[in-house]
């Protein structure tokens, strides 16, 4: 859940619930695709800012990482 912030799950349970309710409003119609395309559009957002969070992490470890090497190589001189 740390990479999921309240505005990414507000966004899905808005969207969710949107979806229902037109689900109610226009029934199993033609507008199905539409409204399913609108749900998926939004889960794709979220998926794409956790994966751009995990890749955040990884740059982060890694540049420490560098960040310690250049560190000890500096005491060395």
């Known amino acids: 859940m740390k ?6 799950i507000l966004v ?3 969207t969710f619930i949107l979806f229902v309710a037109a689900l109610f409003f226009t029934g199993f ?3 199905i695709l539409l409204e399913a395309g609108v749900f998926l559009v ?5 998926i794409m800012a956790y994966k ?15 960040k310690e090497l250049i ?6 001189i």
């Open 29 to 31: 119609t033609h507008d």
């Open 52 to 66: 751009n969070s995990k890749s955040n992490e990884k740059i982060e470890l890694e540049l420490k990482k560098i």
């Open 3 to 8: 990479h999921f912030d309240i505005g990414s």
């Open 71 to 76: 560190v000890q190589n500096k005491d060395r």
């Open 42 to 46: 939004s889960v794709k957002l979220i």
């Open 12 to 14: 899905i349970m808005i």
